[in-house]
């Protein structure tokens, strides 16, 4: 009955944006969670329905029941299919991932047992190599990488300009003077301690030595809106960001290097598991851009 998120739904409110959003669901399934758990989801599901009657069939339902309640009751309300937004299904479904697993590894016949505990063992093995792969980013974030060639680069005074939220820039040094410059109210920010806050639109640099960059909150500005499948829709915020003409502009020449800036370094993720993007902020890209002299 509120605002429901409103300002980032991503689907047309009816029949067809809330295809789209299950068909993006069972895609983000399969890419996250994999084939596998989904397949022992299905089964276990199955094998409780075959298996049970009245009022333990009824109870064992409960899971299945609450993941569609939240479908219909918030993902189809906020029109939006994030990863933290379809956790509750995910963990719900692992009641019935039980009960297949407990099938499968306890079966009766010799061969159907081994079977089913090697299946289990290869589904284990491969969460936890995306267990790791989360533990890896985070050691791993190329914030650090920008964070120590900032260190080394630095001189004291040296003014660095940056642009975007916390949850997306790396620390800086204490000796540089650093002006994050924005759009949005002062008021409205979470303080970086350390950093000027400026209020204005972005047009041209203002001469700092260096010009920090995260790739992933300037996507916003370098990507064009193109034409959407039915049930689709940008969000007003999106919208807001493909007007914004003078920010376009100015992130477009400065990515180019048109300005008077040249790419100095680019931190990226380099270890050896898997890229995991959490909440458009970990295992982004990091430019660092230094002014021509």
């Not at 379809?86 to 159907?112: C, E, H, K, N």
């Not at 050896?272 to 990091?286: A, F, Y």
Request: hydrophobic share 50%; proline share 5%; aromatic share 12%.
């Amino acid at each position: 009955a509120g605002p429901a998120s409103q300002d980032y739904a991503e689907y047309v409110r009816g029949p067809s944006g809330w295809l789209v959003l299950l068909s993006d669901m069972l895609r983000y399934f399969a890419a996250g969670y994999g084939l596998l758990p989904m397949a022992l989801a299905a089964g276990g599901l199955g094998l409780h329905f075959t298996r049970t009657k009245g009022a333990q069939r009824m109870a064992g339902a409960l899971p299945l029941l609450a993941a569609i309640s939240f479908t219909l009751c918030f993902n189809f309300a906020a029109l939006r299919s994030d990863d933290r937004f379809l956790l509750p299904q995910g963990l719900l479904a692992t009641f019935y991932i039980g009960i297949a697993a407990d099938a499968l590894a306890f079966a009766a016949q010799d061969r159907l047992r081994l079977a089913g505990r090697a299946l289990l063992a290869v589904t284990a093995l491969l969460a936890l190599h995306w267990c790791v792969a989360v533990n890896a980013g985070l050691l791993l974030d190329p914030r650090y990488d920008a964070e120590a060639w900032l260190a080394a680069h630095i001189k004291p005074g040296d003014a660095i300009e940056t642009y975007g939220q916390n949850c997306f820039l790396p620390r800086f040094p204490g000796r540089a003077v650093v002006t994050r410059i924005g759009q949005t109210d002062l008021r409205l920010r979470n303080p970086l301690p350390g950093v000027t806050e400026r209020q204005e639109p972005f047009i041209a640099p203002r001469q700092a030595r260096f010009i920090v960059l995260s790739l992933a909150w300037a996507r916003r500005y370098l990507r064009a809106g193109v034409p959407l499948a039915a049930g689709r829709i940008y969000s007003p915020l999106q919208q807001a960001d493909f007007a914004n003409g003078d920010a376009h502009l100015y992130f477009t020449a400065l990515a180019s290097e048109k300005l008077n800036y040249r790419l100095a370094y680019a931190a990226s993720y380099r270890g050896l598991w898997p890229v995991v993007h959490i909440h458009d902020s970990l295992d982004e890209t990091i430019w660092i851009f230094e002014r021509d002299r």
